[in-house]
């Protein structure tokens, strides 16, 4: 599942971004897809530089815990319970940053690594969806492991059925329209 952000969000750690949910057991979290950074994977966790997808640098996850990092991939076989992978839907897997690259890397279609990540306390999601911040949509696995993010938020908004596809044509201040 994804978060779109609605044009109505405003808050700059959240406007125009897309941003994969991880697990609502309580509350909710997840990671911002679209906002890559300037950091090499290279210099901060060296090892996992060799799998990471394309640009191989870290992404802002969120404003949550910036300090650390959570990475997902996506697995090449339905092993759920592979060593050092935590399942979170279908093929996509949470990784432990901890275990040997090696012991996994050649399982690993994508990796993408997060530095931080975007939480919700209980109910907190819930009534932000309610007020009209985000749309909740259908992902795919593609949405993750992007080349290039810069579109993804028009992009994920264009293949909705119905309405919502045009406010992938919205200008970023309707006032200037």
């Keep these: 599942m994804l978060l779109v952000a609605t044009p109505e969000l405003l ?24 906002r890559p950074t300037g950091l090499p994977v290279s210099e901060v966790l060296g090892p996992w530089a060799e799998v990471v997808a394309e640009p191989d640098v870290l992404f802002q996850g ?25 399942a979170v839907v279908d093929r996509l897997a949470l990784v432990d940053l901890d275990a040997p690259v090696e012991l996994l890397a050649a399982d690993l279609l994508g990796l993408r690594i997060f530095a931080g990540y975007a939480g919700w306390g209980a109910g907190q999601l819930d009534r932000e969806i309610e007020e ?14 992007r080349a290039d993010t810069s579109t993804l938020w028009r992009d994920v908004l264009r293949r909705q059925p119905g309405d919502l596809a045009w406010h992938a044509t919205r200008p970023a201040d309707p006032g200037m329209n």
């Design 11 to 34: 808050d700059p750690n959240f406007a125009e971004t897309v941003v994969l949910v991880l697990d609502t057991t309580e509350g909710a979290l997840g990671v911002v897809l679209n």
């Design 132 to 145: 009209g911040s985000w749309y909740v949509l259908p992902g795919e696995a593609s949405d993750v492991f």
């Design 62 to 86: 969120g404003p949550v815990e910036t300090n650390g990092a959570l990475a997902v991939a996506l697995r090449g076989d339905d092993d759920e319970d592979a060593p050092g992978l935590r």
